[in-house]
């Protein structure tokens, strides 16, 4: 299995599991999310409570609860929503605290498609959720989470070169 940290922080952030797409020359992978059902299971035995003198189950209060699969996974933390200018500041930021991060040759691939990748989220902001890792670190990458038209289901959006390959 291979789970992917964030550079900076070393947060898990996905796995193999979910399987990517690269967009944007390959800065930017796309993941689809699903919403599931955690919690209160129902398992019907066959037997009869009333019939056997049981009364209703009334101490137990279990609750199933919707959560998105990546979200619950690795424990993604929602953050507020960043308008234009705060967004292009975490990018200059973001830039300036992982180059030095990457091989050389990785390097000048991400100087040279950040931008398009920027070009790619700037008008989708309005749209995004944003979520960091299980840190909460400031200097971490950010997972972005949208919903495509007519989807019922997340899309995630990671930068792929903030992402560390760990095999386990």
């Known amino acids: 299995m291979l789970v992917y940290q964030d550079l900076l922080t ?3 952030l996905l796995s ?13 992978w796309e993941v689809e999310g699903k919403w599931v059902v955690q ?3 129902n398992v019907d035995i066959g037997a009869n409570p009333s019939a056997e003198g049981g009364e209703d189950d009334d101490g137990v209060d279990d609750q199933a ?26 990018i200059k930021r973001y830039i300036k605290l992982l180059t030095p991060k990457l091989e050389a040759e990785k390097q000048e691939l991400f100087k040279k498609h950040i931008e398009g990748a920027t070009k790619f989220l ?5 749209d995004l959720q944003f979520f960091v890792g299980e840190s909460m670190h400031d200097d971490g990458s950010l997972v ?5 038209e007519g989807a019922t289901n997340p ?8 992402l560390k390959e760990i095999k386990c």
């Open 10 to 12: 070393g947060d898990e």
């Open 122 to 126: 700037l008008p989708k902001l309005k």
């Open 155 to 162: 899309t995630f959006i990671y930068f792929a070169y903030g």
């Open 16 to 28: 193999d599991s979910f399987p990517y797409k690269e967009i944007e020359n390959g800065m930017l």
């Open 39 to 41: 919690g209160a299971v």
């Open 65 to 90: 609860v919707k959560v998105v699969d990546i979200v619950d996974t690795f424990r993604l933390q929602e953050q507020p929503s960043y308008d234009k200018k705060q967004f292009v500041t975490f």
């Open 144 to 148: 972005f989470a949208y919903y495509k």
